[in-house]
């Protein structure tokens, strides 16, 4: 039973471009989250999915990012327009329901 | 959410026990206690849980206070591979929701 798979693993963009991150979960997991770490700081959350539905956006930047989790595919995180600050490192979790989560290597996005 | 307070840094030397510890007087009796790590340019990764009883597992053990206001991870032979980020997180019994990561305890292993 693979892990959660993240990819790409690095991320380059230009400032004004999108960034498109994804995250395939464990094999039977239906709930997925989605963290950001900037350099030096802990991991914060940003949102929580199940199956085409967002549970919990609270942790979401209002404008510029957004996130889906289809019935069929990975779950992808968007961001729009990147900026500088967007430069963090991305983690995605899976668990199977309220239990413990499994997360993955993450994306390293640089912002140029 | 209930809070967690933990060290910035903690040091051990190879093959010795660590104790790592967590204060967390504001939990309810409802609240599990969750560990987790993150090595470098890791994702986190689980290490053990618990609610009331100490708990055992291949990785670690969790001793909790009868109080459950504080509990402490342990390590029973610390390798060069456990130098990593450990995190102290309460979680609601039945929460589906997120978990909220502190800053955590920084380990260094020494050979």
């Known amino acids: 039973n693979a892990g959660v798979m993240q990819n790409p693993r690095h991320l380059v963009r230009r400032r004004g471009q999108e960034a498109r991150l994804r995250c395939s979960p464990m094999?039977?997991?239906?709930?997925v989250y989605w963290y950001r770490q900037l350099p030096e700081e802990g991991l914060k959350f940003m949102v929580y999915?199940?199956?085409?539905?967002?549970?919990?956006e609270s942790g979401m930047p209002k404008e510029r990012f957004s996130a889906e989790f289809p019935k069929e595919g990975p779950s992808i995180l968007r961001i729009q327009q990147v900026v500088r600050g967007d430069s963090a490192a991305y983690f995605c979790?899976?668990?199977?329901?309220?239990?413990?989560?499994?997360f993955g290597s993450g994306t390293q996005l640089s912002v140029l | 959410d209930a809070k967690t307070t933990q060290p910035n840094s903690m040091e051990s030397n190879e093959e010795e026990p660590v104790h790592l510890p967590c204060n967390h007087s504001?939990?309810?009796?409802?609240?599990?206690i969750h560990w987790y790590r993150q090595l470098p340019s890791q994702g986190p990764e689980y290490v053990i849980h618990?609610?009331?009883s100490n708990v055992n597992n291949r990785m670690a053990s969790l001793a909790i206070a009868e109080d459950r206001k504080s509990s402490t991870l342990i390590l029973h032979r610390a390798t060069l591979r456990d130098a990593a980020v450990y995190y102290c997180?309460?979680?609601?019994?039945?929460?589906?929701?997120?978990?909220?990561f502190g800053k955590g305890t920084k380990l260094s292993v020494k050979p």
């Open positions: 094999k039977g997991h239906s709930h």
């Open positions: 997180i309460l979680r609601p019994s039945g929460s589906q929701g997120n978990l909220i």
């Open positions: 999915l199940q199956k085409e539905n967002i549970i919990d």
């Open positions: 979790a899976s668990s199977p329901r309220n239990e413990k989560l499994f």
């Open positions: 618990g609610l009331t």
């Open positions: 504001t939990i309810s009796g409802t609240d599990y």
